[in-house]
C-alpha cells in the first residue's frame, strides 16, 4: 500500500515543538505516558471482548513488553490491546481534537515554570507527545482487535507524519522510539538501559493491574564465543491494586501515582479519600479530590466519573452514575464484588446497589471537605478556590445533603477582608437580637463593598456575605434558611435593622417621616411610574441619596439575566426606588417640589435621581444619552 505524507495541525505542530525543546522538568514521564495508554489499550479490548462475542480477539494472555537495543538506540512500548484503525490513527494522533486547544497553548507559553506547563499539559491528555522529548523520530504500529489491516505512522515531529496501511500487523499497538544520542555526563538519562527502564516503571507504574514484561538479560555464555542463553520475559510491576492493599502497605507517593494514571493530571492530589464497605454488598473506593481545576471542568463535553471495576476486572471509565454532577471533579476507582461483568450505563442508572455507593461515596467525599477545613485549611483554601463554584451547583440539586453541602461550603465576608467564613461561624458571630444571615450578590467584592445597600450594615457592624459566583445567585433563592436563621438579601425588601426598644422608636420616627415626605413620594411615583414600582423611603441608606432595591419575592435583575442568558423567556419586573430622607438632595427637592409639582427641572432632577442609583448597582440606564444630556445641562448651571 502507498505511504500518505500528512501536514499536523498548527496547533500540534506548536505543541511538538514544545516537546522536542523539553517543557518537562523530568523527561522520565514519557515512559509513564507511553505504559499509561498501553494499559487504557488493555483495559478496552476486554471490556469490548466481554461485550461482543464476535470480536474474534485474542485476549488470552494481555500485557505490555518493553523492549531496549542499546545499539540501534530504540525503546519500544507493546501491547496487545484494543488497537487503533487507521482513520483513528490520522485523528487521533495527526490532531487535538480538543476545542479548548487554542487557549491551552496560549497557557502553556504563559506557565511561569516547568511545574506549571506539566500541569497543563496532564490536564489537555497529550502525554503521547512528550516521547518527542527523547527521541528524534517515532514509529506507531497498530491493528485495531477485529481488523485484518494495520496500520504504521511515523514521525520526527517536525511538522509532519506519514502514515502507512499494513496487510501484516500484531493485534494491538506498539510504540518505538529512536532515541536521542546521550551526553556521556548524562548516563541517567539513557533510556536503553534496563535499571533505567525498571526504576522508572517501579516509580511511575507499579501499580497496573497488567503485567510489564522485560525480556531478561542473556545468562551464562556459549562456548567459544556463542552468544548467551535468553531467560524467561521478566514482569517489573507488582500489579497489585492500591485499593486492595492495606493502608500501610501503601505509600502517599503510590498513591499519587495512581491518581495521574487515572485522571492525567501531573500535579499529585490534594486528598486521598479510602473506603471498604463489608456486609451484603461489599465495594472498594479510592478517590482523591484533585489540586487544581481542569480546563474544560464547565464545558458540556467533560469528562467526569469514576473508574468502575468488577472484582479487579475494569468495567469502565467516567462511571457517572457513581458520583453527582457537582462532584464532577473527583476521580478514582470503585471495585464492587457483586457487580455483573457485563452491566451497561443505561443499566447502572437504575442498579439499586449502584444507587447505594453514589449516596455513601457523596457523603463521604463531603466529610472530607468539612474536615479538611479545619484540619488542612491551606489545602481546604486552596480546594476551595479551585472547585467552590462546583461544589454550591449541589445546593441547587441535591436537597438530601444540602446540609452537609453548607457545612463545607465557605464565604467572602465583610468580618475578615482575607479569610472567608463558614456559616456556622457567621451564626456565632451574629450580634445580639439578629435574626436574619446577610448576604448581597454582586460581580466582585468591591462592588458589593461599594454599594449603597451597605451603608446603614456597614454603619452597624453587621456582617454580610458577599457572593460574586454567578451560581450564589440562583442558590440563594434555593436555601430558604440555615441553623433556623433566614438567609437575607441586603438589597431585597425591606431593611428593619432595629431591635427591641430600638426598634419601636425607630418605626415610629419613620412613620413620621413618611408623612412628612408622602407630597414627594406620590409625586416621583407619578414622575418614574414607568421605570419604578414604588418610590419609598429607605432604612438602609447612610451616604447615598438613593437606592435601588427589589421586593422580596421578586426575581433580581442578575438572576433574570442567566435566565435570558440560558435562553429562558423572563417578564420584565419593575423594582422600588428608595430614597435617603437624611441627604441634603432629597430634602431640597421635597422642599422644591412642594411648591414646583409642575417644573419640569424637577422632573429631570427625579430622572437624575433614578439614573445615579441604577449606575450606583451596576445596572444599565434605560436611555444613557439622555442621562449624559441632561447631567451635563445640569452640571452647566453650577458653572
Not at 384 to 410: C, H, P, Q, T
Amino acid at each position: 500500500m502507498p505511504t500518505e505524507t500528512f501536514e499536523f495541525q498548527v496547533e500540534a505542530r506548536q505543541l511538538l515543538q514544545m516537546m522536542i525543546h523539553s517543557i518537562y522538568s523530568n523527561k522520565d514521564v514519557f515512559l509513564r505516558e507511553l505504559v499509561s495508554n498501553a494499559s487504557d489499550a488493555l483495559d478496552k479490548l476486554r471490556l469490548e471482548s466481554l461485550r461482543d462475542d464476535t470480536l474474534g480477539a485474542d485476549v488470552s494472555d494481555l500485557h505490555i513488553d518493553i523492549e531496549t537495543d542499546p545499539e540501534a538506540r530504540t525503546l519500544t512500548v507493546r501491547d496487545n490491546g484494543i488497537g487503533m484503525s487507521h482513520d483513528e490513527v490520522v485523528q487521533l494522533i495527526g490532531t487535538i481534537a480538543n476545542s479548548g486547544t487554542a487557549q491551552f497553548l496560549k497557557d502553556l507559553k504563559e506557565a511561569r515554570g516547568a511545574a506549571d506547563a506539566e500541569g497543563l499539559i496532564g490536564q489537555f491528555g497529550v502525554g503521547f507527545y512528550s516521547s518527542f522529548m527523547v527521541a528524534d523520530e517515532v514509529t506507531l504500529l497498530t491493528r485495531r482487535a477485529g481488523e485484518t489491516q494495520g496500520t504504521r505512522w511515523t514521525s520526527t515531529g517536525e511538522g509532519t507524519y506519514t502514515v502507512e496501511t499494513l496487510d501484516d500487523a500484531p493485534q494491538g499497538t506498539s510504540v518505538t522510539l529512536r532515541l536521542k544520542p546521550v551526553d556521556n555526563e548524562d548516563k541517567l538519562y539513557d533510556y536503553t538501559s534496563r535499571w533505567k527502564i525498571r526504576e522508572i516503571v517501579k516509580r511511575y507504574s507499579d501499580f497496573i493491574t497488567w503485567p510489564i514484561r522485560m525480556a531478561a538479560e542473556p545468562t551464562g555464555s556459549a562456548e567459544e564465543g556463542g552468544e548467551g542463553e535468553q531467560g524467561a520475559p521478566e514482569t517489573v510491576n507488582s500489579m497489585k491494586a492500591l485499593w486492595a492493599r492495606s493502608r500501610d502497605e501503601v505509600t502517599d507517593d503510590e498513591y499519587h501515582e495512581l491518581y495521574k494514571h487515572i485522571s492525567h493530571d501531573w500535579t499529585d492530589p490534594l486528598e486521598t479519600v479510602r473506603m471498604q464497605a463489608e456486609g451484603t454488598f461489599e465495594y472498594q473506593a479510592l478517590l482523591f479530590l484533585p489540586a487544581r481545576a481542569p480546563q474544560d471542568l464547565f464545558s458540556q463535553g467533560h469528562k467526569r466519573g469514576i473508574q468502575l471495576y468488577v472484582k479487579r476486572v475494569f468495567i469502565m471509565d467516567d462511571c457517572e452514575a457513581l458520583m453527582p454532577e457537582y462532584l464532577r471533579f473527583v476521580k478514582g476507582v470503585v471495585d464492587a464484588q457483586d457487580l455483573s461483568l457485563n452491566v451497561s450505563r443505561e443499566i447502572l442508572q437504575q442498579d439499586r446497589q449502584i444507587q447505594l455507593m453514589h449516596r455513601r461515596l457523596t457523603k463521604k467525599v463531603l466529610s472530607t471537605i468539612k474536615d479538611m477545613m479545619s484540619a488542612h485549611p491551606e489545602r481546604y483554601a486552596t480546594f476551595w478556590r479551585e472547585f467552590g463554584r462546583v461544589l454550591k451547583e449541589g445546593l441547587l440539586s441535591d436537597f438530601e445533603n444540602r446540609d452537609a453541602i453548607l457545612a463545607a461550603s465557605s464565604f467572602a465576608t465583610t468580618h475578615d477582608q482575607e479569610q472567608p467564613t463558614t456559616l456556622k461561624q457567621y451564626v456565632e458571630r451574629m450580634k445580639e437580637g439578629q435574626e436574619h444571615v446577610y448576604y448581597m450578590t454582586g460581580e466582585s467584592r468591591a462592588g458589593i463593598e461599594n454599594s449603597p445597600h451597605m451603608e446603614a450594615f456597614r454603619a452597624r457592624g453587621i456582617e454580610v456575605l458577599l457572593l460574586t459566583d454567578p451560581v450564589d445567585e440562583v442558590w440563594v433563592q434555593a436555601v430558604p434558611d440555615f441553623d433556623g436563621k433566614e438567609l437575607r438579601s441586603i438589597a431585597n425588601g425591606e431593611a428593619d435593622l432595629d431591635t427591641g426598644e430600638q426598634q419601636e422608636e425607630a418605626r415610629a420616627e419613620r412613620e413620621k417621616q413618611r408623612q412628612e415626605f408622602s407630597g414627594l413620594l406620590g409625586w416621583m411615583s407619578a414622575q418614574l411610574g414607568e421605570q419604578v414600582k414604588e418610590v419609598r423611603l429607605s432604612s438602609r441608606l447612610t451616604v447615598s441619596p438613593a437606592c435601588i432595591v427589589s421586593d422580596a419575592d421578586d426575581v433580581t435583575p442578575a438572576l433574570q439575566n442567566l435566565y435570558r442568558a440560558m435562553g429562558q423567556d423572563v417578564p420584565h419586573t419593575k423594582r422600588i426606588l428608595e430614597l435617603n430622607p437624611e441627604h441634603p438632595l432629597v430634602v431640597g427637592l421635597r422642599a422644591a417640589q412642594a411648591g414646583r409639582e409642575s417644573d419640569p427641572a424637577l422632573a429631570e432632577t427625579a430622572e437624575l435621581l433614578y439614573g445615579t442609583a441604577l449606575l450606583a448597582e451596576g445596572s444599565e440606564l434605560p436611555d444613557p444619552a439622555r442621562f449624559t444630556r441632561l447631567l451635563a445641562e445640569r452640571l452647566e448651571r453650577t458653572l
